[in-house]
C-alpha cells in the first residue's frame, strides 16, 4: 500500500522559514518523479514544484522561484521542499505527490493528505 506523509508545515512569520518533509513508502521510490502542490483556503490547488525522479531536474512555479527549493533522498525515500523568505500568499496546505500519470488527480498517481502552512505578517 502506497502511503505519503507529509511533516514540517506550522505557523511562522513572514520572512521565515520552514522546511517541509514526505515520507514515501509502497512503491520504488526512486521510480518516480515528485511533485509539490498547494492549495489555498477558496482556491484551486496549484503545482508549485517538480523533482525527476534522480533528482538532477527540478522546476518551480514563478512565484517560488528563487525562495523554494525542492530536493529529495532515495535512500531515505523522503522528498523535501525548503522554503524561504516565506510571504503571506504562501499560507495553504502543501500537498506532495508522486508518479506521473494520465489518469491520475491531477496528473499524479499518488497523494499525500497534506500539511498547513500558516504565515502570518
Known amino acids: 500500500q502506497v502511503q505519503l506523509v507529509e511533516s514540517g508545515g506550522g505557523s511562522v512569520q513572514a520572512g521565515g522559514s520552514l522546511k517541509l518533509s514526505c515520507a514515501a513508502s509502497?512503491?520504488?521510490?526512486?521510480?518516480?518523479?515528485m511533485r509539490w502542490y498547494r492549495q489555498a483556503p477558496g482556491k484551486e490547488r496549484d503545482l508549485v514544484s517538480i523533482?525527476?525522479?534522480?533528482?538532477?531536474?527540478?522546476t518551480y512555479t514563478d512565484s517560488v522561484k528563487g525562495r523554494f527549493t525542492i530536493s529529495r533522498d532515495n535512500a531515505k525515500n523522503t522528498l523535501y521542499l525548503q522554503m524561504n523568505s516565506l510571504k503571506i500568499e504562501d499560507t495553504a496546505v502543501y500537498y506532495c505527490?508522486?508518479?506521473?500519470?494520465?489518469?491520475?488527480?491531477?496528473?499524479?498517481?499518488?497523494w499525500g493528505k497534506g500539511t498547513l502552512v500558516t504565515i502570518s505578517s
Open positions: 505527490a508522486a508518479c506521473p500519470s494520465p489518469v491520475g488527480h491531477y496528473g499524479m498517481r499518488y
Open positions: 509502497g512503491y520504488i521510490f526512486s521510480s518516480c518523479g
Open positions: 523533482i525527476s525522479s534522480g533528482g538532477s531536474t527540478t
